[in-house]
């Protein structure tokens, strides 16, 4: 390897003394293993630079990752903060890395199954019993549960650091529902876009092997191959919901929310539009407290009433089990390595951060002694180490201003505070108008158990502080996030990142669709529907204002009470009402993105956006009209793109049938009003213009527009897209093929209503189909939408 | 000594929409104890579940789960049987000065349902408040023993505080009780229990019934028509529990008859219950506790 030239890129590059740094090592030299990265990128002239970052940011952006901003009482989505610049760790150096990984991993599966069980840590005196005791997270519902598994963790992540000399700690242990390995594997492949030339053979080890691994060993605990893993998410308003359904997408599992399941003498299933489907494996993403209210947290809504119980039952293995989060409060760590001596009979192989329970005399002496190199806070916390609550003790002072005295504080509160050594973290190189700036990093290790064992992800994730300031590492509060790659001496085995072609579980189970996800689909179906309906209804009133001049009085108001029976007000340019309805379909589909495909999300929100990017200073008349024709223009964006890219499946059938009832509602709701038998002015063109239908019509009845006419294009005529009985018939195709519409040689309500509703209208003729029995096909189509509703969806 | 009882609980739940899978725990069964037998009793349920569990939970309380799949319009939830009750209120003192307790809670190195340490902490719902424990502050005497400082909080709310059902709900939470110095059972005992747990006394959250009608010559207790709720207070290793009722500020004799220990109400509440799709429901309450005269 030639050496590096030194360029502007390193000039500035000066880490703070006293600290390891990744890209140098003690004599300011380059680690070897950052030699090709920096090779790479002293060639780079900024333009190229901005372009290489540039294509990872883009990949980000199409794959639509974002984490939730969380503020006071409210939280937005926010684009990935990457850190353009990854990691980079000798493979020899993280092979011993994970085993201290896997050492720790099997230590806390131990002292989880001594807390839910004989408790004699405590009676041995190697951990406080209040501590225990006074923990939330200690769920004594749980206690003496065995876990169907035979195990109570699966899945597990560490923060680790670097101290100064230039050994790695564990920073805290996350074992509830560790959230970050989707990302990892999204960090990876944006990383890999902004040195698409480098990565392929710069002997990185790859992550997907990792997922194999643990997505083999949960489909492994099912009790038969024809069920799913299910992932347990708490919804859309959590940080992490985009890992959530991206994982679930990934590995072929289930997003499911606690609705989903129901749980019932010692069995829990999956409610589904076929029925309920058993359901032995969840990998949870939702706290444990949250997930029963009968037992647990009893203001929870995110949970499932009796799932405790039937964990007791054993009719699920967990992930992780319920009651984990006890094994990340702060103070634990402070009793780690006596009891790896006594369980293990081995130290450490990676210490923890240095860490005193202050209830203990002693320590805290030491601590009080020691207060300008201590953290100190809540003893239960299960915040990182430098995420300190603002109570806490930094250094030298309260984070917040406080007129508490320090000793006193100890004294009194002692058993309720636990004190960590500030410990100063190695510098990573990060990219900063142009140069690399050294900044504070910690690793997030994933680990994954298998039939072999405990597994560690290679690499993937890393924490890199906005400033030198090692409390600015959470994203939360602006830090960004970095690929790590592990890099070895040969070449490595190329594993694919893309999933399993289809999983071959959705082949098996055709009717496998949780009822939530097609109500979602359902109603995302109805709101479009709805929502174009209403821009074309607001369209032809402004058409009209403006073609008129407001002459054509009685249409006008007509159109304008029409409007009001859905909750449209006329008079506003951009009516709340049209906001409203894009919003609820954007409801819709943020609860199946795992289901929805990433182009159909963003023709969504760009229609959303529009629509709050039209304010009120439209001008009524022309201006309008015209601003409701570009909305028109991005829904039919939307639908095409549903149309032509969404798997022909038991959702996407819901969607269409979501659709066709609206329309067919809407367009007998329109007939009923403005193709009355007396007739109204300019009725039957206003008709004929919202069904969209012009051309049409006039094509074909040139010579006379008369009810008839009107009638038998927008009601009869099954060749015409817009007519109701188009829409009867996609909704009679679809029900077909729904799991349930004939059931032991019985034919379901949906399907008997369905069925009559055809064939009246196949049968009928334009002047049978008066005002009233307008009126009676709404009643039927509301009846359709109650059976399927009953049968499907609740 | 020993009073026998038979007691009838009925919970009656009238839904204003029909609810779907609803799926409720009862803790409504007494405790089989040394000082008190459970001679007979039975839980049910109108109409019959579709699936039902009997257990104990953490502390040793005895649960009855019970699902229904199909709509429900309304349910009622009984428990009847007999008790055979032989508790004494304690006659000596024999607990710690208050000042020494600490020591004695912190030598406990014990998880089990009886340890004092689940009963230290605030709890869902009795959280640390700094009014009450004010209030218990200025009660406090570190040369006084612990059973003293317990019998004295309790005779505090007893006088301060005014029994009345229409002032609280079962939702309401201590401080507001505590301000507007008015409740029932529910509230004074939450009350108290935060009042000990604030002087570093572990307190624990008792439910259980009262005879209906006093014996001869004594007044009628507060609490009789439903099911009553008092304190237990942990008073040192050789003295142990001692159960405490402040809302008649007294101490637990034969007409109290224990049901479920916990940390708060959440942990022993009669009945918790979910429901889908299901609007308001009305509820009724009724008990009976009647002395079997000794010799049948």
């Given at each position: 390897m030639a050496s590096v030239k030194t360029s502007t890129l390193l000039k500035s590059y000066a880490p703070p003394r006293g600290v390891a740094d990744e890209l140098l090592d003690m004599d300011g030299k380059l680690r070897p293993v950052w030699w090709p990265l920096i090779d790479l990128l002293s060639r780079q002239t900024p333009e190229a630079l901005a372009a290489r970052t540039a294509a990872g940011d883009q990949y980000l952006n199409d794959a639509g990752v974002y984490f939730r901003q969380l503020g006071d009482g409210n939280s937005s989505e926010r684009t990935w903060p990457l850190s353009h610049i990854p990691v980079m760790l000798d493979q020899a150096e993280w092979k011993q890395v994970s085993q201290g990984i896997v050492q720790r991993a099997e230590l806390l599966e131990m002292v989880m199954a001594d807390l839910y069980g004989p408790a004699s840590l405590v009676h041995e005196g190697l951990l406080p019993p209040d501590l225990i005791a006074r923990n939330p997270e200690w769920l004594r519902p749980m206690v003496n549960v065995a876990p169907r598994s035979g195990h109570y963790l699966h899945f597990l992540a560490f923060e680790i650091g670097r101290s100064p000399d230039g050994t790695w700690f564990v920073l805290g242990d996350r074992t509830q529902a560790p959230s970050g390995s989707g990302f990892a594997l999204e960090n990876r492949v944006a990383t890999s876009r902004v040195f698409s030339d480098l990565y392929p053979n710069a002997n990185v080890e790859r992550l997907a092997g990792f997922f194999r691994a643990f997505r083999d060993a949960l489909n492994g605990l099912r009790v038969s191959d024809d069920q799913r893993v299910g992932i347990l998410t708490p919804g859309p308003q959590t940080d992490t919901y985009f890992e959530h359904a991206y994982i679930a997408r990934y590995l072929g599992f289930a997003l499911l929310e606690s609705g989903d399941l129901k749980a019932e003498a010692g069995n829990v299933s999956i409610r589904t539009i076929a029925g309920q489907q058993p359901v032995s494996v969840l990998w949870r993403r939702l706290d444990a407290r949250f997930a029963d209210p009968l037992e647990l947290d009893e203001g929870s809504a995110l949970g499932t009433p009796g799932l405790v119980s039937a964990l007791r039952e054993g009719a699920l293995t967990m992930v992780n089990a319920l009651g984990s989060g006890v094994l990340e409060s702060r103070a634990l760590l402070a009793f780690m390595p006596r009891i790896a001596e006594k369980l293990l009979r081995q130290p450490l192989l990676l210490p923890n951060i240095a860490t005193w329970w202050c209830g203990q005399a002693q320590e805290r002496a030491y601590v009080r002694e020691n207060l300008d190199r201590m953290m100190i806070g809540?003893?239960?916390?299960?915040?990182?180490?430098?995420?300190?609550?603002?109570?806490s003790w930094f250094g030298r002072s309260f984070l917040e201003e406080s007129d508490k005295n320090v000793d006193d504080w100890l004294e009194r509160e002692g058993d309720r505070l636990v004190a960590q050594e500030a410990v100063t973290l190695s510098t990573t190189p990060a990219l900063s108008e142009g140069r690399l700036v050294p900044r504070p990093m910690t690793v997030r290790v994933f680990a994954a158990r298998t039939p072999d064992g405990w597994t560690v992800m290679p690499g993937g994730y890393a924490r890199i502080g906005k400033s030198e300031d090692p409390r600015a590492l959470s994203m939360q509060s602006g830090g960004s996030v970095a690929d790590v790659w592990v890099v070895g001496q040969k070449p490595v085995q190329v594993d694919s990142l893309a999933p399993p072609a289809t999983g071959p579980f959705t082949r098996r189970m055709p009717g496998f669709l949780p009822s939530r996800a097609a109500d979602n689909l359902f109603w995302l179906g109805r709101y479009v529907e709805r929502a174009e309906f209403v821009i074309r209804e607001i369209r032809a009133y402004h058409k009209r204002l403006s073609e008129s001049g407001g002459t054509d009085l009685q249409l006008l108001e007509d159109l304008a009470v029409f409007l009001e029976a859905y909750g449209t007000e006329v008079t506003e340019p951009v009516p709340q009402n049209l906001r409203d309805l894009i919003q609820s379909a954007k409801n819709c589909a943020a609860r199946i993105r795992d289901r929805f495909s990433i182009d159909g999300w963003s023709a969504l929100s760009d229609l959303s956006r529009s629509v709050e990017a039209m304010s009120g200073n439209a001008l009524p008349g022309e201006e309008v009209a015209r601003s409701m024709t570009l909305l028109l223009r991005k829904l039919a964006g939307f639908s095409g793109l549903v149309h032509e890219n969404m798997f022909r499946f038991m959702g996407w059938r819901f969607l269409t049938i979501g659709r066709a009832l609206e329309r067919a509602d809407s367009m007998a709701a329109l007939l009923e009003t403005f193709a009355t038998e007396e007739g109204t002015s300019g009725g039957f063109d206003l008709a004929v213009e919202v069904g969209d239908s012009v051309m049409t019509h006039q094509r074909r009845y040139s010579i006379q527009t008369n009810r008839n006419t009107v009638i038998d294009l927008l009601v009869l005529d099954h060749l015409n897209p817009r007519s109701i009985l188009f829409q009867i018939e996609q909704i009679k195709t679809q029900n077909e093929a729904l799991p349930l519409s004939e059931h032991h040689g019985r034919v379901s309500q949906l399907t008997r209503l369905v069925v009559q509703l055809h064939s009246d209208l196949t049968t009928a003729t334009p002047e049978e189909i008066d005002t009233a029995a307008l009126r009676d096909i709404r009643s039927q189509i509301a009846a359709m939408s109650d059976a399927l509703d009953q049968q499907y969806l609740s | 000594m020993l009073t026998t009882y038979d007691i009838r609980l009925t919970l009656e739940y009238e839904y204003e929409k029909a609810a779907v899978d609803s799926h409720h725990i009862l803790r409504i069964m007494p405790r089989d104890l040394p000082d008190q037998r459970l001679i007979s009793g039975l839980v049910s349920s109108a109409p019959p579940p579709d699936f039902r569990r009997d257990a104990s939970d953490f502390f040793g309380n005895s649960i009855t789960e019970i699902g229904f799949g199909r709509h429900l319009q309304a349910a009622s939830f009984t428990f009847a049987g007999r008790v055979a009750r032989s508790h004494e209120a304690p006659n000596l003192d024999l607990s710690p000065a208050l000042t020494k307790l600490q020591e004695e809670v912190r030598s406990r190195r014990d998880l089990g349902p009886e340890s004092p340490h689940h009963f230290s902490g605030p709890s869902p719902r009795v959280p640390m408040d700094m009014e009450i424990a004010e209030f218990s502050r200025s009660l406090?005497?570190?040369?006084?023993?612990t059973l003293e400082f317990v019998k004295t909080i309790s005779a505090a709310l007893h006088s301060e505080m005014t029994f009345d059902p229409e002032a609280t709900n079962v939702a309401t939470r201590p401080i507001e009780a505590f301000t507007s110095r008015r409740g029932v059972c529910q509230d004074f005992t939450h009350i108290m229990i935060s009042s000990l747990r604030s002087a570093g006394i572990p307190a624990a959250y008792v439910s259980g019934y009262l005879r209906t009608s006093p014996p001869p010559g004594q007044e009628r207790l507060e609490g009789a028509d439903a099911m009553h709720a008092w304190v237990r207070a942990w008073c040192g290793n050789e003295m142990g529990w001692v159960e405490i009722d402040p809302t008649n500020d007294v101490m637990v004799g034969r007409d109290h008859i224990l049901v479920a220990i916990g940390q708060d109400y959440f942990d022993v509440a009669p009945i918790k219950g979910s429901l889908r799709g299901s609007g308001d429901h009305a509820t009724r309450q009724r008990v009976d506790v009647i002395p079997v005269p000794s010799g049948i």
């Open positions: 809540p003893a239960l916390s299960q915040r990182q180490p430098f995420d300190l609550e603002p109570s | 406090f005497a570190p040369e006084r023993s």
